[in-house]
């Protein structure tokens, strides 16, 4: 084996082992790509994401624990059956006693032979404060708990 069979067996090494590094930085990168940041707990984002957080969860118990009295009393809690859900927060405003949360509902439902489906929706959870906290009075029908529902 001459010079130029050592070199280019050399360089066929040294690539695939860079390719190999860059694949495993990827699978790190996925895999330690945690859950978002909490949101202040005592705000109507952070409401909305813990509510949010709980209803995709199942936890329809602690979901209730956001809602607002009036709904959560008379609660007939159903088990949420669509595909997984993920909430980009867009924007709240906040006035007075009342707030609204708007969102974008990203669903994903199945896979096709190129992926998953998934589809968003511009959605709003309304909150009002009560004895100082703050929580949901409607919700999305997405994440509607209540057999009487909250929905808008």
Known sequence: MGEDGRRSKTLLVALLAGVGLVIVIAVIAVLTRGAPEPLPAGTPEGVVQRY????????????????VSE??????????????SRVTLVG??????????????????????????????????????EGGDWLVSTAPWQFVICAQGIGS
């Not at 957080?53 to 809602?67: K, M, S």
């Not at 709904?71 to 997984?84: L, M, N």
């Not at 405003?93 to 489906?117: F, I, M, N, Q």
């Open 52 to 67: 949010t957080q709980a209803v995709v969860d199942g936890d329809l118990g602690t979901a209730r624990r956001y809602l």
């Open 71 to 84: 709904t959560a009393d008379s609660c007939d809690p159903v088990e949420q059956t669509q595909g997984d």
């Open 92 to 129: 709240t405003k906040e006035s007075g006693d009342s707030a609204r949360v708007d969102v974008v509902v990203t669903t994903v439902t199945g896979s096709g032979p190129l992926g998953a489906d998934e589809y968003e929706s511009d959605a709003t959870f309304t909150l009002v404060r």
